[in-house]
């Protein structure tokens, strides 16, 4: 069975991700390549089709989204812009030199766009799910409005040339903290892969994992990967078992 039959079977994504990672640049062979992108196109369709429903019960249950929103990154949800595939050749251009963009983030960004479910805390102080972590992708346009800026590659020259860090990377959310307009650490972000990649760590997040995978916890808890840590805050549990069951699996 290849990677998209089991994939559509449903009983080990998991497992099919562990199998396309082993494979390494090879994933993007001709051998393997069809059948691999299938199961990411199959994805980041969930992804869209999961962030849809999220949405629309957040507005069900009074959820204080932001509805003044200045800056794309600012929406809660975004459908892909029209110039993406112009834009992801932009990126690659700009981080040329530091590393190749994930594979995962550019579909994310051409099959489902961003969004950002952040409590609206200038509308609302009183947060409803505190430390939740809810879901968060910077926009495609705003990630290049940072990159472009001529002291993201001063910085990351800088950090790379004194050790401070290894690789380079692309800062996609705040952190749980921040995003409860608590001062907090690092943004979540994503590193630029040495040799083109599927996928590749999600950083400073706290499952320590990768981009798909950190998708598939916030997707598991219907887009509040940290509730876990507030899982008895009032209203979740009620939503929690309203959405999960429409949510399909990545």
């Given amino acids: ?39 990411l196109i199959e994805t ?22 932001n509805t003044d929103s ?5 929406r809660p949800l975004l459908k892909p812009l029209p110039d993406t595939d112009k834009l992801l050749i932009t990126l690659d251009d700009v981080v040329n030199g530091f590393g190749y963009v994930p594979y995962s983030l550019k579909l994310f960004y051409k099959i489902v766009g961003s969004c950002n479910f952040g409590w609206d805390y200038e509308a609302n102080p009183n947060i409803l799910w505190q430390l939740s972590d809810p879901l968060q992708i910077n926009s495609l346009n705003d990630l290049l409005d940072e990159v472009t800026n001529e002291d993201w590659k001063e910085y990351m020259n800088d950090i790379l040339a004194d050790g401070y860090e290894e690789f380079a990377y692309l800062d996609l959310a705040a952190d749980y903290l921040h995003k409860d307009n608590i001062s907090g650490g690092p943004a979540y972000a994503i590193q630029l892969t040495t040799e083109p990649a599927i996928d590749n760590l999600f950083l400073n997040e706290p499952n320590q994992t990768t981009f798909i995978n950190y998708l598939r916890i916030a997707m598991d808890n219907c887009g509040f990967p940290g509730i876990k840590q507030s899982a008895t805050q009032p209203g979740f549990h009620e939503y929690f078992d309203k959405v999960g069951p429409q949510l399909k699996k990545i």
């Fill in 70 to 74: 200045q800056f794309n990154f600012q």
């Fill in 44 to 65: 980041f369709n969930r992804v869209a089709y999961n962030l849809d429903i999220i949405y629309h019960e957040l507005q069900q249950t009074g959820y204080v989204l």
């Fill in 1 to 39: 069975m290849n990677f998209y039959k089991r994939y559509l079977n449903g009983k080990d994504c998991n497992a099919v991700y562990n199998d396309i990672y082993s494979l390494g640049a090879d994933a993007f062979n001709g051998t393997y390549f069809e059948d691999v992108n299938n199961v």
